[in-house]
């Protein structure tokens, strides 16, 4: 596993959007207004929340051996947002209190559920950490085309909703009070890596992003290369892209694991992010042969996230 420090969807999902940024053009007249309430787009494109503390039921913890699993269902937005609130066992300190422990926000990839996600949040409870794994909107699938559609109408977008299902999940977390509320940081896979740097850069209380088999839109670089001068469609698609706010990470780290054999998303285009991150930050590169978490990334995620949290 290689780190290299300083520094769902490929090459197709980055086609469609500059597909998208040209054959959409016509809605160059429309105008999106700035919603006076709780939600905006800057002229830069960059999203912004007010985000408040959310309604939300938490079953009877269940203990599995490795730590306990509460089902939650929260209000987000306009929606119920289910997911899953997995907390290790606890370990005393020396004077046989009970240490709070930090806790992740767990955003899995396109078409996984949070069940499916707990494998890797089991491994993250072995390691100390507390999780909450959100099924995310439409499973984590994007509709980019209906976004704009919306966008232009002066709408909430749906991919902006799942940035503040994420920022109320953490809001969730730091309410527990076997959770360090000064020690949470947000994680993903594919798309789910995408929405993690989105919020944690709306989270300046966060510790630090990690972002595991992902990568921006690079949209600039689109924008440019076409030409595209539509004031609308430049907000909006900066809005959706995670490289806009990969400078509002800092101070905090940016972690990037990669394998150099996505099957997916391919290892240069998770360099392209990398290179627009600043410091700290950091990209692990593995050689696994899948698209998402693989054993071989258990490394650089426990020294990542315990740096994170020193």
Known sequence: MMPQRSK??????????IALLLGWHFFSESTSALNDRDWAVSEDGVLEYKVSMPQYYLSPPEDDGNSTLSEIQFQSRDAKIAALLRIPQPKPDADGQNRSVPGIVLLPGATVSKEAE???????????YASITLDQRNLGGVDAKGDLQMFLRGEEPTEHKMVYDALAAAKIMRAQPEIDPE????????????????ACAQDPAAKGVLAISTCG?????????????????????????????????????????????????????AEQ????????????????????????????????LKSMVL
């Open 118 to 128: 707990q494998k890797l949040a089991r491994h993250l409870a072995d390691l100390g």
């Open 217 to 269: 839109y690079g949209t600039d670089a689109a924008i440019a290369s076409q030409g595209v001068t539509d004031r609308d469609l430049i907000r909006f698609y900066r809005s959706i892209d995670p490289e806009t706010y990969l400078s509002m990470i800092a101070p905090r780290p940016l972690i990037m694991i990669h394998s150099r054999n996505d099957t997916i998303i391919p290892y240069q285009m």
């Open 8 to 17: 769902g969807a490929g090459w197709m999902l980055l086609a469609a959007v």
């Open 183 to 198: 020690g949470i940081i947000y994680a993903g896979e594919s798309n789910g890596g995408r929405f993690a740097i989105m």
């Open 273 to 304: 992010t990398y290179a627009r991150g600043m410091q700290p930050k950091s990209l692990h590169t593995v050689g696994c042969t899948r698209h998402g978490y693989c054993e071989e990334m258990s490394g650089a995620t426990e020294e990542e």
